[in-house]
């Protein structure tokens, strides 16, 4: 079946490099992607999106790449700082509507100082 | 105070007993929904809503029901709780007029435990 996963389930990181979350996607009629960061007894919170017109998106210090060749996502965060310790999430949505999110699994980041 | 409330926050409870979740909030946003987060299953849509008539399943909704008695407000429950319904939920809102961002807003989340 139709799935979105993660590369690696754990990501530890030495505090001001670069960190690189990966996520893969099956669905080809996917449109719309977003990455989470969900804190230790938080909620998730939206980081960045992308649409499947483009292939690069930046925000503040993250960048998301889509390759829709190979139906991969990655979230990259520059200059990674304790603060940026916690569970990341893909999701993808295909169905025209925000119910039809479909979330994956999670990669946990570590920055060690 | 967040913008999206959760209560309660922890609930512990016997199999077959009735659940009530509560969810309310102040954006203003007319879409809510409810999903439920267990360790290395990531987020799963239960239901969902997009106006006060508006009810959905989501991925996972047997055993489960809602309620939106308002735009502000969206209940989860559990008529008869059996153990393996035991895991973290959120509540979340959307607002489609916020331009290109399909963000979802998330509450603190509730911790249920069936016994």
């Known amino acids: 079946g139709e799935s979105v996963g993660l590369h690696l389930p754990t990501l530890s990181v030495q505090e001001g490099d670069n960190s690189i979350i990966n996520c893969a996607y099956s669905?080809?009629?996917?449109?719309?992607f977003i990455w989470y960061k969900q804190e230790s007894g938080k909620g998730p919170q939206f980081i960045i999106d992308?649409?499947?017109?483009?292939d690069k998106r930046q925000g503040q210090r993250v960048t998301v790449l889509l390759n829709k060749t190979v139906k991969h996502l990655s979230l990259q965060i520059a200059a990674t700082q304790p603060g940026d310790s916690a569970v990341y999430f893909c999701a993808e949505n295909y169905g025209g509507s925000q119910g039809n999110l479909i979330f994956g699994k999670g990669t946990k980041l570590s920055v060690k100082p | 105070d967040a913008d999206v409330t959760q209560t309660p926050r922890n609930r512990i409870t016997k199999t077959g007993k009735r659940i009530m979740l509560e969810c309310s909030q102040t954006?203003?946003?007319?879409?809510m929904y409810w999903y439920r987060q267990d360790p290395g299953l990531g987020l799963r849509l239960i239901y969902y809503s997009f106006d006060v008539k508006d009810i959905n399943k989501g991925e996972i909704s047997d055993g489960y029901s809602v309620s939106r008695q308002a735009q502000a407000k969206f209940s989860l429950s559990l008529e008869s709780a059996i153990p393996n319904q035991t895991a973290l939920y959120f509540c979340?809102?959307?607002?489609?007029?916020?331009?290109?961002?399909?963000?979802?807003?998330f509450g603190e989340g509730s911790r249920l435990t069936v016994l």
């Open positions: 979340a809102t959307s607002d489609p007029g916020t331009g290109e961002t399909g963000e979802l807003f």
């Open positions: 954006k203003g946003h007319d879409r």
């Open positions: 992308i649409r499947s017109n483009m």
């Open positions: 669905n080809s009629a996917s449109d719309y």
